[in-house]
Nanobody, 119 residues
Framework: VQLQASGGGLVQAGGSLRLSCTAS???????MAWFRQAPGKEREFVAA????????SYADSVKGRFTISRDNAKNTMYLRMNSLKPEDTAVYYC??????????????WGQGTLVTVSS
């Protein structure tokens, strides 16, 4: 599975962005997720979603502000980010092939898209 993330950019604090991750190849039955990595920090879990879209999980730091969703007909996963904070600044990566908060659960990764939140 190949993943292509897009939608990053520069936004002011309090603003919103929507990230997209489009998959090519077989994704049937795959859970997907978003992770992020800020400069000088380790990659961290953001949100995950099951194949059906019924099951979702979020990091405490984004709960209530971010929403993960997917459209299997379009092989695309989304991350709607509202009320953005400067601490949300990071490269956001999409992943596929598993579920949960550990990056080790996922076998396929996108190239990342940069989100910068200015104060």
């Amino acid at each position: 599975v190949q993943l292509q993330a897009s939608g990053g950019g520069l936004v002011q604090a309090g603003g919103s962005l929507r990230l997209s991750c489009t998959a090519s190849g077989r994704t049937f039955g795959y859970g997907m997720a978003w992770f992020r990595q800020a400069p000088g920090k380790e990659r961290e879990f953001v949100a995950a979603i099951t194949w059906s879209g019924v099951g979702t999980s979020y990091a405490d730091s984004v709960k209530g502000r971010f929403t993960i969703s997917r459209d299997n007909a379009k092989n695309t996963m989304y991350l709607r980010m509202n009320s953005l904070k400067p601490e949300d600044t990071a490269v956001y990566y999409c992943a596929a092939g598993g579920y949960g908060i550990s990056s080790a659960n996922f076998g396929s990764w996108g190239q990342g898209t940069l989100v910068t939140v200015s104060s």
